[in-house]
C-alpha cells in the first residue's frame, strides 16, 4: 500500500481484523495483546468469549475500535473493506499484510513478528512450515484439474491470482477456472478431474456433494478443509499433513 505504519516502542493493544493473522498472534504469545478480534476469529475456540468482538472482516465497527485504543491494528488488504482501513489509519497504526503464496505468507509471520517484538518465535514457526511444506515435494498430485468452489448461488470458485490457486499450485493441481481472483463458475463449461467443496465460507455438505456428483459424474468431489487451503497464518504447520492425506485419499 506504499505507505510508512510508525508504532510504539512496545506494542501492548491489539486489534486484529483477520481471522488467519489472529490465530498467528496467539502462536506468537500475543493473546494477553489482543483487544479486539472479529466474529470469525474462531481460533483458538474460547478466544471470541474473551476479547472483544468488533464486527466482521468487511464490516468493523469503528467506533467500537476507537474505544479500544489500540497501539496497532492488523489487517489484509483482501480480506477488508478498504473504507474502514483508510478510516482507521487517520487515528490508529494500521498495518496490513497482502498475501497471494507461501512466500508472502512468511514474509507476513516475519513482518508481524518484527511490529511485536516476537521475532525469534516468528522465525521458529517459519522454519517449521517450511520444513513441514518440504514433506510435499514427494508427493504430488500429476497436473490434474481441480474446481475449487467457496460459494453457492451462485457457485463462486477460487480463480488464478489467489492463496487457494497457490496451494492448488504447490499439491501439483492445475486449476480448472482461468479468470482471476472469485469468478463465478459456469459449471456447464468445465470438465474437472476434481470438485473440492471448500468448508469456507460456504458450508458446502454431503448433500451438495451429491447433487453436484450427478451434474459430473466423472469428477471426483470431496468436501475439503478450507481452513487449510486458504489460512496463511501459523496454520500452515498443520496444512501439510493435511494436504499429504488428501493427496493420498485422492490416488486410492
Known sequence: MQRTVEVNSTVSRIVSLVPSQTELLVDLGLREKLV??????IHPTELRREVQQIGGTKNAKIDRIRSLKPDLIIGNKEENNRADIEALEKEFPVWMSDVFNLEDALDMLMRIGELTGTEAKALELKESIIQNFDQLKTLK???KSVLYLIWKDPYIAAGKNTFIDSMLKTLGFENAVSEERYPEAVLETLVPDYIFLSSEPYPFKEK???ALQ????ASKIILVDGEYFSWYGSRLLGAPAYFLKLLNLLHN
Open 36 to 41: 479486539g478480534v472479529t466474529k470469525f476469529c
Open 141 to 143: 498430485s500429476t497436473g
Open 208 to 210: 451438495h456433494l451429491e
Open 214 to 217: 450427478e451434474q459430473f459424474p
